[in-house]
């Protein structure tokens, strides 16, 4: 990539310049990321989660509960197309959902404030792992924590109780792509 002589103001890349970042970064990406969804109900949010996941690379998404469809034209229209870039499982347990995971070889990691729960940097978030993501208002179900190879959460010092479920799948899978890279 070309870097702005000392002095020079850098500038946006263009797309074939992007791509071209993106196809170095793909390079250096090896382990398999995937996603649960449990219960995820606002149809923007999983678009959101979808763009996001495959931005990260993710390769599939299972989606539990009562989770909005990938079908739904305001999943896709916050998703932006990307949904094509993953395969999509439609899957009414959360917990069998965990079982598939574990069954393809995924570590399954919930992202939910919960007893137990470690910060999110010292996650096991290394090799194959798939992240489940809990509802808007109550967070992974029980059954879905009790499944769980792993708990964490995202330390927060602020006032703030929580994040909107989106940007807490994003943090988590720049996280899990992150520890990979370093």
Same mark, same amino acid.
């Given at each position: ?96 959902? !965990?079982? @598939? /995971? =574990?069954? %393809? ?6 992202? +939910?404030? $919960? ?50 479920? !989106?940007? @807490? /799948? =994003?943090? %988590? ?6 520890? +990979?890279? $370093?």
């Amino acid at each position: 990539m070309t870097t702005p002589a000392p002095g020079e103001t850098p500038r946006q890349l263009r797309p074939t310049e992007v791509k071209r970042l993106n196809r170095e970064w793909r390079r250096l990406t090896e382990a398999r990321l995937a996603l649960l969804l449990d219960s995820v109900g606002q149809p923007f949010n999983v678009g959101s989660i979808i763009r996001s996941a495959a931005a990260f690379g993710a390769e599939r998404v299972w989606l539990c509960g009562s989770t909005a469809l990938l079908s739904h034209p305001s999943v896709a229209k916050t998703a932006l197309g990307t949904q094509r870039f993953l395969v999509a499982e439609q899957e009414p347990s959360p917990v069998d959902a !965990a079982k @598939a /995971a =574990a069954a %393809a070889g995924l570590r399954v990691v919930a992202v +939910e404030l $919960a007893t137990g729960a470690v910060p999110l940097h010292e996650a096991p978030l290394d090799g194959d792992v798939c992240l489940a993501i809990g509802n808007e208002d109550h967070g992974c179900s029980a059954a879905l924590l009790a499944v769980a190879d792993a708990v964490t959460y995202i330390p927060q010092p602020s006032r703030v109780g929580s994040l909107n479920v !989106a940007a @807490a /799948a =994003a943090i %988590a899978m720049a996280e899990t792509r992150r520890r +990979e890279w $370093a």
